[in-house]
């Protein structure tokens, strides 16, 4: 009896998803960093380049998954989404 032969595509591993979202501080003080896929949910960035600074740290951290990272201004709607695949070589970037 033979087996039945799996395409390519139905062996390949199955990658969450990693959802970002950075959203001015009600304080006004800066930006958090929020995620499920952080360990402590929601990181505080208060530096000039705050913005800069948690997408860079969103990227590190999902450098192995495919994510979505949403700036948000301070009505709530999103400014800017970064896609990215799980091994970062490709990025983009729509305002």
Same mark, same amino acid.
């Given at each position: 009896? %033979?087996?039945? %032969?799996?395409? +390519?595509? &139905? @062996? /390949? !591993?199955? =990658?969450?998803?990693?959802? $970002?979202?950075? /959203?001015? /501080?009600?304080?006004?003080?800066?930006?958090? +960093? #929020?995620?499920? !896929?952080?360990?402590?949910?929601?990181?505080? $960035?208060?530096?000039? @380049?705050? #913005?800069? @600074?948690? #997408?860079?740290? !969103?990227? =590190? /951290? &999902?450098?192995? =998954?495919? !994510?979505?990272?949403?700036?948000?201004?301070?009505?709530?709607?999103?400014?800017? %989404?970064?896609?990215?695949?799980?091994?970062?070589?490709? &990025?983009?970037?729509?305002?």
């Amino acid at each position: 009896m %033979t087996r039945p %032969t799996q395409s +390519l595509e &139905s @062996n /390949r !591993a199955v =990658h969450s998803m990693h959802v $970002y979202e950075v /959203r001015p /501080r009600k304080d006004k003080r800066g930006v958090d +960093l #929020i995620s499920d !896929a952080m360990p402590f949910g929601r990181l505080w $960035y208060g530096e000039p @380049n705050a #913005i800069t @600074n948690a #997408i860079g740290y !969103a990227e =590190h /951290r &999902s450098r192995s =998954h495919d !994510a979505v990272i949403r700036v948000y201004d301070s009505a709530g709607k999103v400014i800017e %989404t970064h896609e990215h695949d799980g091994d970062f070589e490709s &990025s983009e970037c729509r305002a």
